[in-house]
């Protein structure tokens, strides 16, 4: 007899819930971010898949997963009218914004640090930064992460935004910073003239360079791979293997 596909487990609604959390996920800081190898995370995908749970997206920097309309009912029932992600957003500027979003996820994940998604801040004023820019509005950042009880803002800044956006959010993050609201701002970046930008910027509006940090991609990927490798053989050495 053939084997029947098993559904997804416990560990799969796992790694489903991490996805439904940032909409869309890369599947490599998926795999770290729960301790799987890229077998063992291929095999909770396809079983997701199979089910209709998520939907691959496929580009040249690798694979990713969306959440679908049913994977985000199985997670949240509360909700009346669950919405996919775009899932049409492959080989665009968002697929390669998303999957910055979740190599940064997956670090605060294996940092131990809370964290909270830019669709979770929609209705979380605290973490939302009041801005000017054409006229009074609120701005999210892409992630938020809680470091010893205090709230630093992410931003995932691989395209330039125009200066004058860029010098209201940054004034908006200043505010807050002044105000004790936030304790500082992490920018995740991949092209010298957008960080150029930044750094610019946040002199302008008299930032204290100690409060924001500029992470290139490359160093992003690789302190994540390092702290997968390093929490990984923390917990071999606890469980004797």
Do not use: F
């Not at 892409?142 to 004034?171: C, F």
Request: glycine share 10%.
């Amino acid at each position: 007899m053939g084997g029947k596909n098993r559904g997804p487990g416990p560990r799969s609604l796992e790694l489903l819930r991490w996805i439904e959390r940032l909409e869309v996920a890369g599947l490599e800081p998926l795999a770290l971010a729960h301790h799987l190898g890229p077998r063992a995370v291929y095999s909770h995908v396809q079983r997701l898949a199979a089910d209709g749970l998520v939907e691959r997206i496929y580009d040249r920097g690798g694979s990713l997963v969306a959440i679908t309309r049913a994977g985000r009912s199985a997670v949240r029932p509360e909700l009346h009218d669950p919405r996919a992600a775009a899932a049409s957003l492959a080989g665009g500027a968002l697929t390669a914004h998303a999957r910055a979003t979740s190599w940064t996820a997956a670090r605060a994940t294996l940092r131990g640090l809370r964290w909270v998604s830019d669709r979770e801040i929609r209705s979380l004023p605290a973490w939302q930064i009041p801005v000017i820019w054409r006229q009074p509005g609120r701005h999210r950042p892409d992630l938020g992460i809680v470091v010893n009880g205090a709230q630093v803002a992410v931003e995932v800044e691989l395209t330039a935004k125009a200066a004058r956006r860029l010098h209201a959010i940054l004034g908006g993050y200043q505010q807050q910073i002044v105000t004790g609201r936030l304790a500082g701002i992490l920018y995740v970046v991949d092209n010298p003239v957008v960080r150029k930008a930044i750094e610019r910027t946040a002199n302008a509006v008299g930032m204290d360079r100690r409060r924001l940090r500029l992470l290139p991609m490359p160093n992003l990927v690789s302190e994540t791979r390092a702290l997968a490798l390093t929490t990984e053989c923390s917990r071999a050495v606890k469980t004797g293997a």
